[in-house]
């Protein structure tokens, strides 16, 4: 083992906040009422518990508590990572336990602890714990974590996550230990005392078990020590010596320890993998060795399965047993433990008493449940278990060897057979590393590492330190993570003498508490310094008497024999601060006394006893008198700055170096007393020059770097503070500081009177340089010193780092720090064109440095220069700006995770500006080359390699959509942008500005927030209208508006969201108009005139009876409005769903007088009401949205208490089944509902239950309904007595769960139920059309579409037998199962042999329809057609002529077309023709047949044109509607007598729904309007069935509130023949042809397609256009129509692309070619489409025309938009709050300001354009162009740095113009602006060029340059016009003799011609200069 690496000289800092510390627990615990507390107040006196000093009092009462009471509280803390995501504050989390009660608080510096959770259990807490445990979600890999607490009783786990979800876990054993890892719980097992005396010879148990969810089992643990062999030896962790440690998370590692050996080791933690999972298991399951030793395993594996939810293991079982057989022996080998604990318990002691919790198995899931009572050998009969006790009597497996086979045999028999499934495996454990056992152990042996941590030091070496007591040595082995970072290396161990030690993470340390007492700060194992407590002894801690226990000999204390000596006199040489007169004075940090190493002294005072809880820099030191102290160590650099460039240092110096300066700069920064932080550059940049070799004294700026603190106790002597009050010195220094020149020499904006400042500067830098003026001798460097050899390396890397700082707005003046220590390196070490470039950047400063130290040559060989440092020096802006001129670049260095905005930048130009496809990704070596240095550290190495492998897919994308998503993914955002500088930003905005034109609809959140376009970014999230209301407060008030109070009564309809409605039809008010016409809750008005004969009592038998034709209405309007409030509504869990009643009552006018039906006076049907609360149920139950959140306890708590409302709740459960809510209910309740044998619930829940469950083909499902249909029961079965009712449901649901699936077995049972004959005794007699209707229905819905070819069903014939069914025929013998069924025939109703057409045919022909949906199959349609001659017509019924047309039309589904010619083709020819009057014809049966073939073909019509609001389809139904309501209107006429009423208003009910159906969701006048008349019709033959139809027909106008439509799916169209079935029941009770239930299937085919625009600023729907673009089809070709949005969109198949128009709003285009995922997933959260208005445009609700828009204005005054443009107005046009701020600060005049009207006018110009080309951002870059010229044309500007950025800005414009004006729309800047302001500039450099062209001569010649403006602008004009340094070119350029000439030389130093040509005069002689350049005038090239 190797020593302390290397040892700083002693030195001190101070550690800060101090404070005393009490876990915040205990303060709560003492107001918590639990038993601990109880017994503290006994014990205390009443007037010391409510003492004021709480603390004081709880610490002394503690101290009589018993001790084995104090032994319980314990506590922990950790960092907080819970809630506070928002601030990212740093807090502290505690837990705490005592007694019963576990609290969990959090508290930080600036926020006083609070309680977050408290819990209290029922036994004393054992341990409390956090801990994460993942829970994979089902279908794919990703976990998510449930952060949790894990409470230990002594007999189960209690688990509360933060999510709220509690488990209790028994434990199958006692636990010793339990420890949180990554992947869940690891519980020690505790060894019993005999266990490990006497050691059976088969497998031990296990010892070490994981718990990876507290649902799981819990398992055993693999472990796998390295070994010689290494494969073999996977085994169960069952070793009794092993005993852990410790465990961490990252990385997953346990220590243990060996209690045998006295070693410890580490493991590796993870999953186990398959093969050692089958070794393991296949080793335990072999009955190799000893019988008892496969036992041992198998038994384990039943005994912690039974165990686990019965019992705890107590003593009980023993004596139980002893007591039970009669024979009592010891317990020893592991066989009994397993083998008895378990049953014997539970058969004879199980006495309630001993553990009350214990029995109750927690009912977290049924799996757990069933384990629980595992049939295997929970109850074992007592003679068995006698039997066992009597053959196992040996306590030890010795011994009686006859015994052994017979008892292998019975285990094997009896007991192991039913329960040998081993538990499984999840985690292994791979041995890493183990102490070397030292040999001959000259040391006693070494005890259980006290603590172990993990720490790292500060060149991010990791270490896993572990504190050895027995020693007092804390022991560091250091860990390296291999390259495939799955393994871990461990090279080294290192010891340090410690008595405690603690890691502080965030800043690579420990705190190491030596045995003398003293605190020591070490980073790894290098020892920084000690660390001074302030206050220790100061008299605010009181002092106690009592002498500390000494435990350590005497001769032991400090390390080395002598270092103690040797620390303390150099501390108090050199730190040991002087004495201070006052000791509490508030400034003062530290107090004399720090004697700590006086080791006598320690006898009276406290002294460190140990340290506990460390917290990022934060630690406890517990005192020796009990009290605890919490101080902070302080952070290694505060600034920004020091903090980069440590970093840099650090990467590119070796380990050992690196390693020294930090140490070196730790101490010298913490010193006691430190710095201020505006100090901390200054001295950092003395340390490090000092470490270089300079003296910092001699250097002239270096000088003025003083501050109060001594640097190092080498350099500086002692000295005390000086006083506070304050001198001249003090004035003249902070004159002369380097501060206040950084200051002066950077006026923010450029100052008004520049001379002076000017002026000011330049006088105090000449006095500066006088003070080191050439005669003072020249100064040397040391070259001992410890960084002088890395000088090269260190000033390159510092270089970079410089360039980095420069593309940071907000680092950028740090630069300016940063460049004068780079100025000095560069200087001396004479690299010129290093400073020309600093001196360019910054001129105003550096001319103030002149003085280089010299570096002897002898001495320059020491130096390392390292490859990487070249003479041309990197410049990031030159690099960009060659990329623009779209020069050759070379690779640009950087510093890998330091100069990471290098990196973006220079990828982000690769990308965009050179177009590299690939710069991101395997091109990234072209753009940058990595430094390599000393040190590379692995960390940052593979963090890089991770970022840039980010490989986004790209389809040929445009550069500006891949550099957006690129610089996403390197999380890059706006933010970032902002402090760009606006230069080089340019390219980037202007990518941002091109996507956000046509953004890409898939881009994700991030992506969209970049290019600014909160629309999209919004919709990527997922929120509904209602849900957005919640979140948004002001956003959707989906309250409907206030009512009257005739309103209250709730109608069920005010969920519709009003705000919507109101767009759609914003000119009227239909929708109340409907609400109005469909509400049933309020009595209607009977108005009936007594006439004068009338008496009293048959005027009311008049009102009543007219009441009852009302009520027929009424009670069918549930049906409609089930349809009206579809999907409207989001619950609230915790209140039953407000059911509208169904009100059947009525108010007679005048007097308003009830009229009520129940008064006897007439007779009323019975049941009347029974299905219409069904369809009321319903109703209320659809309002529901599928998105809402309904469980199995919601659905149960809505059943009603009474039974009258039995029937509604009945309705309510289909309703749930059609919005998908019914999967969530419990198997449990169906089952409930089921056996109440209540015939409504039964229809509704199978219904329901099918629907949700639709084409699944569910085997639970299918069980439940074959028990309701006897078709499917086995022929033997029990004949069930099940409503017919009910069986009709059932075998619809059959046809539901199978649809489309083919199903043959239930396709040939349907398929005979179609025919199901009349049974003897009455059965399937009554209602027998609807089952055959049924199951017709259901057979077509499971071979839905599939036409001819049903695979495997050739030979049921289905075709034809559905042929007989529908025109008759011999019945078939009845085949199969059901032959036995069917013998006898019925006695009532004789049928015959022949099939009974009335009863089968409207089944088998919509059967027909069904199946042969949308194939064209003409041969099938033939079949269909409606008979040619007059005698064949007579056998057909007209209403099945209707059913006929109707399945002939949609199975030729493409010939049907939206006009009356082809309703009218359907009619056959013999009726169209001309009548031959002498014939005989039956007039009735035509005209009948001719109305219901128009019926039915209208009813094909709306199926076909369904939800597609087509005009031509629309037309033409409301014409023949038109035409029927005329025939009816002729009543009591002859064609309405032939025709029949009833036929009549059949025909009119199916051309309405069909005109609904095209219309549907649209809310169409014309159809309201009809459906108003046919309301008010209620006398007469009008029935309850008309009145539904009219109603379902309003229902379907407004599905769903305007938000739904139908689909035209194959499903959508089955569901729809179902619910419109063309014969509508006569009465409210009538279910004979069609079962009333079904009505409501027409849910089935909603879809919702509107869509919806919400403004994203103001979350308000609002009108938007839309184009929306048809896919080509063979009607039409592709198409484009414009539509206003909120609207309908035609069904999604059908289109290509869905568009937000502009101009007002910002485009967004949905490519639905590609997919159409996104757009549904859109349509289906209420339809909301987030827009974003552009700038300057207002809605169009308030702006319908558009001419109030900013661009409006500005046509009018075509002249000049400016002008027009008043800035006042700007609040009109945009709601951006910077825009208006500026408008209202920048461009109005105000007394207050200085400026000119033309800047004013600038200003206005400025914000006029960023508004109309809609890009606000580039406000700022405008502003910043103009200032910077405005610097330069008054000559005020100190650096060059705007002159680099409107440079990039003007090789940006011209690259982008030489593409051709073509690309003018591209480029941001696109006004005049840019030419204006380059003109400017070249104005003023031209103007300075000619009157001095002396300097730029005399600079090119190298002499030395005077400092004064001159210099200033010389360096401007250099930058400005991309002239390299030309110091060593001046020959070459000189003397050139032509132009000529001069553009060859210069072609080589990559001069731009055109400012070649203004250096031209002043490189060629005067003389002949102006004669070359007579035909070019200057300004030509200026363009």
């Given amino acids: 083992m190797s020593e302390v690496v290397y040892e700083e000289t002693a030195t001190m800092i101070a550690a800060g906040e101090l404070q005393s510390f009490v876990p915040f627990g205990r303060e709560h615990c003492r107001n918590h009422p639990n038993a601990f507390n109880l017994q503290l107040r006994e014990l205390q006196p009443a007037s010391e518990l409510w003492s004021s000093d709480g603390a004081a009092g709880l610490v002394g009462s503690l101290q009589e508590v018993s001790l084995q009471e104090r032994e319980r509280e314990c506590w922990q803390l950790r960092k907080g990572c819970t809630g506070v995501k928002e601030e990212d504050v740093e807090f502290e989390e505690e837990l705490y336990a005592a007694g019963n009660v576990v609290v969990w608080s959090q508290g930080s510096r600036t926020q006083a602890s609070s309680v977050y959770k408290a819990f209290t259990v029922d036994s004393p807490v054992q341990q409390a714990l956090w801990c994460n445990f993942a829970v994979s979600h089902n279908n794919n890999d990703e976990e998510e974590v449930e952060h949790s607490v894990c409470i230990i009783q002594s007999s189960c786990v209690n688990v509360h996550t933060v999510t709220g979800k509690?488990?209790?876990?028994?434990?199958?054993?006692?636990?010793?230990?339990?420890?949180?890892?990554?992947?869940?719980?690891?519980?020690?097992?505790?060894?019993?005392?005999?266990?490990?005396?006497?050691?059976?010879?088969?497998?031990?148990?296990?010892?070490?078990?994981?718990?990876?969810?507290?649902?799981?089992?819990?398992?055993?643990?693999?472990?796998k020590p390295s070994g010689l062999f290494d494969g073999s030896s996977v085994q169960y962790a069952s070793d009794s010596t092993m005993k852990i440690v410790f465990t961490c998370c990252r990385p997953s590692l346990v220590v243990s320890y060996d209690t045998v050996q006295g070693t410890h080791s580490v493991w590796a933690l993870r999953k186990v993998t398959h093969d050692e999972r089958s070794k393991v298991l296949r080793c335990a399951s072999e009955p190799v060795g000893t019988p008892l030793g496969m036992m041992a395993s198998g038994f384990l594996t039943s005994h912690l399965r039974n165990m686990s939810r019965l019992d705890s293991p107590g003593g009980s079982a023993v004596t139980g047993l002893g007591s039970g057989s009669g024979t009592s022996f010891a317990v020893g080998s592991p066989l009994h433990y397993s083998v008895f604990h378990s049953h014997q318990n539970k058969i004879i002691t199980s006495s309630p008493g001993v553990h009350p919790r214990v029995h109750s198995p927690s009912i977290s899931n049924m799996a757990a449940l069933s384990r629980a009572h595992s049939p295997g050998m929970a109850a074992p009969s007592f003679s068995g278990a006698a039997r066992f006790n009597t053959s196992f009597h040996s306590p030890s497996s010795r011994g009686h060897h006859g015994l052994l086979p017979s008892l292998n045999s019975t285990i094997n028999e009896t007991v192991l057979i039913p329960e040998m499934e081993p538990i499984i495996p999840d985690l292994c454990m791979e041995q890493l590393w183990s102490e070397t056992v030292t040999a001959g152990c000259h040391r006693e042996m070494n005890s259980q590492a006290s603590k172990v941590f993990l720490t790292s030091d500060l060149c991010e070496n990791r270490y896993l330190c572990f504190l050895?007591?027995?020693?007092?040595?804390?022991?560091?082995?250091?860990?390296?993570?291999?390259?495939?970072?799955?393994?871990?290396?461990?090279?080294?161990?290192?010891?340090?003498?410690?008595?405690?030690?603690?890691?502080?993470?965030?800043?690579?340390?420990?705190?190491?508490?030596?045995?003398?007492?003293?605190?020591?700060?070490?980073?790894?194992?290098?020892?920084?310094?000690?660390?001074?407590?302030?206050?220790?002894?100061?008299?605010?801690?009181?002092?106690?008497?009592?002498?500390?226990?000494?435990?350590?000999?005497?001769?032991?204390?400090?390390?080395?024999?002598?270092?103690?000596?040797?620390?303390?006199?150099?501390?108090?040489?050199?730190?040991?601060?002087?004495?201070?007169?006052?000791?509490?004075?508030?400034?003062?940090?530290?107090?004399?006394?720090?004697?700590?190493?006086?080791?006598?002294?320690?006898?009276?005072?406290?002294?460190?006893?140990?340290?506990?809880?460390?917290?990022?820099?934060?630690?406890?030191?517990?005192?020796?008198?009990?009290?605890?102290?919490?101080?902070?160590?302080?952070?290694?650099?505060?600034?920004?700055?020091?903090?980069?460039?440590?970093?840099?240092?650090?990467?590119?110096?070796?380990?050992?170096?690196?390693?020294?300066?930090?140490?070196?700069?730790?101490?010298?920064?913490?010193?006691?007393?430190?710095?201020?932080?505006?100090?901390?550059?200054?001295?950092?940049?003395?340390?490090?020059?000092?470490l270089m070799g300079y003296n910092t004294e001699r250097l002239a700026w270096t000088r003025h770097l003083h501050f109060e603190v001594p640097l190092s106790p080498v350099i500086a002597a002692k000295r005390s503070r000086p006083s506070d009050g304050g001198s001249d010195e003090d004035w003249d220094y902070l004159l002369a500081s380097h501060y206040h020149r950084q200051i002066n020499s950077q006026p923010v904006f450029g100052s008004v009177e520049s001379n002076g400042t000017n002026d000011s500067i330049l006088s105090e830098t000449e006095g500066l340089s006088s003070a080191s003026s050439p005669s003072s001798p020249s100064l040397k460097l040391d070259s001992s010193a410890p960084l002088f050899p890395h000088i090269p390396a260190l000033f390159y890397v510092l270089h970079l780092l410089y360039q980095e700082l420069q593309l940071d707005e907000l680092h950028r003046a740090r630069a300016c720090s940063l460049v004068c220590l780079l100025q000095q390196l560069a200087r001396d070490l004479q690299l010129e064109e290093y400073v020309d470039l600093y001196w360019r950047d910054y001129p105003s400063l550096m001319s103030c440095f002149t003085e280089s130290c010299i570096i002897d040559q002898a001495l320059i060989g020491q130096m390392q220069r390292p490859s990487f440092l070249r003479s041309e020096p990197p410049c990031v802006f030159s690099w960009l700006s060659r990329c623009l001129r779209g020069e050759e670049t070379p690779p640009f260095p950087y510093l890998p995770s330091i100069c990471q905005r290098t990196r973006l930048l220079v990828l982000s130009y690769a990308l965009y500006i050179i177009g590299n496809d690939n710069a991101t990704a395997e091109d990234v070596s072209k753009y940058l080359v990595k430094l390599s240095a000393g040190q590379k550290s692995s960390a940052t190495e593979t963090h890089f390699r991770r970022q840039s492998s980010v490989k986004v897919k790209f389809s040929s994308e445009s550069l500006a959509e891949q550099l957006v998503v690129w610089l996403t993914s390197e999380g890059f955002t706006l933010k970032d942008l902002e402090s760009v500088p606006f230069g080089v930003a340019l390219p980037i905005r202007e990518a941002i500005y091109r996507c956000?034109?046509?953004?890409?609809?898939?881009?994700?959140?991030?992506?969209?927030?970049?290019?600014?376009?909160?629309?999209?970014?919004?919709?990527?999230?997922?929120?509904?209208?209602?849900?957005?209301?919640?979140?948004?407060?002001?956003?959707?008030?989906?309250?409907?508006?206030?009512?009257?109070?005739?309103?209250?009564?709730?109608?069920?309809?005010?969920?519709?969201?009003?705000?919507?409605?109101?767009?759609?039809?914003?000119?009227?008010?239909?929708?109340?108009?409907?609400?109005?016409?469909?509400?049933?809750?309020?009595?209607?008005?009977?108005?009936?005139?007594?006439?004068?004969?009338?008496?009293?009592?048959?005027?009311?038998?008049?009102?009543?009876?007219?009441?009852?034709?009302?009520?027929?209405?009424?009670?069918?309007?549930?049906?409609?409005?089930?349809?009206?409030?579809?999907?409207?509504?989001?619950?609230?869990?915790?209140?039953?769903?407000?059911?509208?009643?169904?009100?059947?009552?009525?108010?007679?006018?005048?007097?308003?007088?009830?009229?009520?039906?129940?008064?006897?006076?007439?007779?009323?049907?019975?049941?009347?009401?029974?299905?219409?609360?069904?369809?009321?149920?319903?109703?209320?139950?659809?309002?529901?949205?599928?998105?809402?959140?309904?469980?199995?306890?919601?659905?149960?708590?809505?059943?009603?208490?009474?039974?009258?409302?039995?029937?509604?709740?009945?309705?309510?459960?289909?309703?749930?089944?059609?919005?998908?809510?019914?999967?969530?209910?419990?198997?449990?309740?169906?089952?409930?509902?089921?056996?109440?044998?209540?015939?409504?619930?039964?229809?509704?829940?199978?219904?329901?239950?099918?629907?949700?469950?639709?084409?699944?083909?569910?085997?639970?499902?299918?069980?439940?309904?074959s028990i309701h249909i006897p078709a499917l029961l086995p022929p033997t079965s029990t004949e069930l007595d099940v409503p017919h009712n009910v069986q009709v449901a059932a075998v619809i649901g059959i046809g539901l769960v199978y649809q489309g699936t083919g199903h043959r077995h239930n396709a040939e049972v349907l398929l005979s139920e179609i025919g199901r004959p009349p049974g003897p005794e009455m059965e399937y007699c009554t209602d027998r059309e609807s089952y055959s209707l049924a199951a017709g229905l259901a057979l077509g819905m499971v071979c839905l579409g599939h036409g001819s070819n049903l695979i495997g069903m050739t030979d049921l014939n289905v075709p034809e037998q559905l042929y007989q069914y529908m025109v008759g025929g011999h019945r078939r013998a009845q085949t199969g199962a059901s032959r036995?069924?069917?013998?006898?025939?019925?006695?009532?109703?004789?049928?015959?042999?022949?099939?009974?057409?009335?009863?089968?045919?409207?089944?088998?022909?919509?059967?027909?329809?069904?199946?042969?949906?949308?194939?064209?199959?003409?041969?099938?349609?033939?079949?269909?057609?409606?008979?040619?001659?007059?005698?064949?017509l007579d056998f057909i019924k007209p209403e099945f002529l209707l059913l006929r047309t109707l399945a002939r039309c949609i199975i030729m589904w493409d010939e049907i077309l939206p006009n009356t010619e082809w309703v009218e083709s359907n009619i056959p020819q013999i009726m169209r023709g001309n009548f031959d009057p002498s014939e005989d014809y039956n007039m009735e049966a035509m005209v009948q047949a001719q109305d219901y073939i128009t019926a039915g073909a209208c009813m094909a019509l709306g199926l076909r044109f369904a939800g597609s609001a087509n005009s031509d389809a629309f037309d033409c139904l409301y014409e023949l509607a038109m035409t029927f309501m005329k025939i009816i209107s002729f009543t009591g006429t002859g064609p309405v007598v032939a025709r029949g009423y009833y036929n009549l208003q059949t025909a009119l009910s199916m051309i309405l729904l069909a005109m609904s159906m095209v219309m549907s969701g649209t809310g169409n006048l014309k159809v309201l309007q009809l459906c108003r008349f046919l309301h008010k019709q209620t006398g007469g033959e009008m029935n309850y069935g008309f009145h539904m139809a009219h109603h379902m027909t309003l229902g379907l106008l407004f599905l769903g509130g305007g938000r739904y439509t139908l689909s035209t799916s194959n499903s959508a169209i089955a569901a729809l023949l179902c619910a419109l079935y063309p014969h509508f029941p006569s009465h409210s009770t009538d279910n004979r042809y069609h079962l009333q239930a079904l009505r409501h299937l027409a849910v089935l085919a909603a879809e919702p397609r509107l869509l919806v625009p919400v403004d994203v600023d103001s979350l308000k729907p609002c009108y938007a256009l839309l184009e929306v673009t048809y896919k080509e089809t063979k009607w039409y070709d592709e198409t484009t129509v414009e539509l206003m949005a909120p609207t309908m969109l035609p069904e999604l198949h059908l289109l290509k692309r869905v568009k937000v128009k502009g101009p007002r709003y910002w485009e967004l285009s949905v490519d639905l070619s590609k997919e159409t995922q996104h757009l549904k997933s859109i349509l289906s959260r209420d339809g909301v489409l987030y827009v974003k208005l552009r700038a300057g445009q207002l809605p169009y609700k308030d702006d319908p025309q558009g001419w109030r828009s900013l661009l409006a204005t500005a046509v009018n005054h075509r002249n000049n938009g400016v002008r027009a443009f008043k800035p006042e107005a700007i609040s009109t046009f945009t709601s951006e709050p910077a825009l208006i701020s500026f408008a209202e600060f920048f461009c109005k005049a105000s007394e207050g300001m200085k400026h000119r009207e033309d800047t004013l006018v600038l200003f206005s110009a400025m914000l006029y354009e960023c508004v109309t080309q809609e890009c606000p951002e580039m406000l700022p870059t405008y502003v910043a162009i103009e200032q910077a010229v405005g610097a330069l044309r008054r000559g005020d500007l100190q650096q060059t740095f705007p002159l680099w950025q409107l440079r990039l800005v003007v090789e940006l414009w011209d690259s982008r113009m030489l593409r051709g004006p073509a690309n003018r729309h591209d480029t941001l800047l696109t006004s005049e602006?840019?030419?204006?302001?380059?003109?400017?500039?070249?104005?003023?450099?031209?103007?300075?060029?000619?009157?001095?062209?002396?300097?730029?001569?005399?600079?090119?010649?190298?002499?030395?340059?005077?400092?004064?403006?001159?210099?200033?602008?010389?360096?401007?004009?250099?930058?400005?016009?991309?002239?390299?340094?030309?110091?060593?070119?001046?020959?070459?350029?000189?003397?050139?003799?032509s132009f000529g000439d001069l553009l060859s030389r210069s072609s080589q130093l990559g001069i731009p011609l055109r400012d070649l040509l203004r250096l031209t005069p002043i490189l060629l002689d005067s003389a002949s200069g102006s004669q070359i350049l007579l035909g070019f005038p200057l300004q030509a090239f200026s363009s």
């Fill in 166 to 223: 509690d488990f209790i876990s028994p434990l199958p054993f006692q636990v010793s230990n339990v420890w949180s890892t990554e992947f869940g719980l690891l519980l020690e097992r505790k060894n019993t005392v005999n266990e490990t005396q006497l050691h059976s010879p088969g497998d031990p148990l296990p010892t070490v078990f994981s718990m990876l969810h507290p649902l799981d089992e819990i398992a055993p643990i693999v472990c």
């Fill in 468 to 690: 050895v007591e027995s020693h007092q040595q804390l022991r560091c082995v250091k860990f390296i993570e291999s390259n495939d970072t799955s393994q871990l290396i461990f090279p080294s161990v290192t010891t340090i003498r410690a008595k405690d030690a603690e890691p502080l993470q965030n800043i690579d340390a420990m705190l190491v508490l030596e045995a003398c007492g003293s605190l020591v700060l070490y980073t790894g194992v290098t020892r920084v310094s000690k660390v001074f407590v302030p206050g220790l002894l100061s008299p605010t801690i009181s002092l106690t008497n009592h002498l500390p226990h000494l435990s350590t000999p005497v001769e032991n204390v400090s390390t080395p024999t002598n270092a103690g000596s040797r620390h303390i006199q150099r501390l108090d040489e050199d730190i040991m601060p002087s004495p201070v007169s006052e000791l509490r004075s508030p400034n003062i940090k530290h107090h004399e006394a720090s004697f700590l190493e006086d080791y006598t002294f320690q006898q009276t005072t406290p002294y460190i006893h140990a340290l506990r809880d460390p917290v990022c820099n934060r630690v406890t030191l517990e005192l020796s008198s009990g009290t605890m102290l919490r101080i902070s160590v302080p952070e290694i650099a505060t600034s920004e700055l020091v903090r980069k460039c440590l970093q840099a240092i650090r990467f590119i110096l070796p380990k050992e170096a690196a390693m020294k300066v930090l140490v070196k700069w730790y101490n010298i920064y913490n010193a006691p007393g430190g710095p201020s932080a505006h100090a901390e550059w200054n001295q950092f940049v003395t340390c490090f020059l000092t």
């Fill in 996 to 1265: 956000r034109e046509q953004p890409c609809s898939g881009w994700s959140e991030d992506v969209c927030l970049l290019i600014g376009r909160q629309d999209l970014t919004k919709q990527a999230h997922k929120t509904t209208l209602a849900k957005s209301r919640a979140s948004v407060g002001s956003g959707l008030s989906l309250k409907p508006p206030a009512t009257t109070e005739a309103d209250e009564e709730e109608d069920g309809m005010s969920d519709i969201i009003q705000e919507v409605t109101g767009l759609i039809w914003s000119q009227d008010l239909r929708v109340q108009e409907v609400r109005r016409l469909l509400q049933s809750s309020r009595p209607v008005r009977v108005s009936v005139v007594q006439l004068p004969e009338v008496s009293d009592h048959e005027y009311i038998e008049e009102k009543e009876n007219k009441l009852l034709q009302l009520c027929q209405r009424t009670m069918a309007l549930p049906v409609g409005r089930g349809l009206f409030t579809l999907f409207s509504y989001h619950p609230v869990p915790t209140e039953p769903l407000p059911v509208p009643k169904l009100n059947l009552t009525g108010r007679a006018p005048p007097r308003n007088t009830m009229v009520d039906l129940n008064s006897g006076n007439i007779d009323v049907p019975p049941n009347m009401t029974s299905w219409p609360s069904f369809h009321n149920g319903v109703a209320a139950g659809l309002k529901i949205a599928p998105a809402s959140q309904v469980d199995s306890a919601w659905i149960a708590y809505n059943k009603p208490k009474s039974p009258e409302l039995a029937n509604e709740y009945a309705g309510f459960l289909m309703a749930l089944g059609l919005n998908g809510h019914l999967t969530k209910l419990a198997t449990l309740n169906i089952h409930d509902y089921l056996t109440k044998g209540h015939e409504m619930t039964s229809i509704g829940l199978l219904l329901g239950v099918s629907s949700a469950k639709l084409g699944t083909m569910d085997m639970s499902i299918t069980r439940l309904l």
């Fill in 1873 to 1937: 602006f840019l030419p204006v302001m380059k003109n400017a500039v070249d104005v003023a450099l031209d103007n300075w060029l000619r009157d001095n062209s002396s300097v730029l001569r005399s600079y090119m010649r190298g002499e030395v340059l005077c400092r004064d403006a001159q210099s200033i602008m010389l360096a401007c004009f250099l930058v400005y016009r991309s002239i390299p340094c030309l110091k060593n070119t001046h020959t070459q350029l000189e003397g050139c003799s």
């Fill in 1380 to 1432: 036995e069924r069917h013998k006898s025939p019925s006695y009532q109703i004789k049928e015959g042999d022949t099939i009974n057409v009335d009863v089968t045919c409207p089944g088998a022909t919509l059967a027909l329809a069904m199946i042969y949906l949308k194939t064209n199959n003409r041969s099938i349609a033939d079949w269909l057609k409606p008979p040619d001659t007059w005698f064949l």
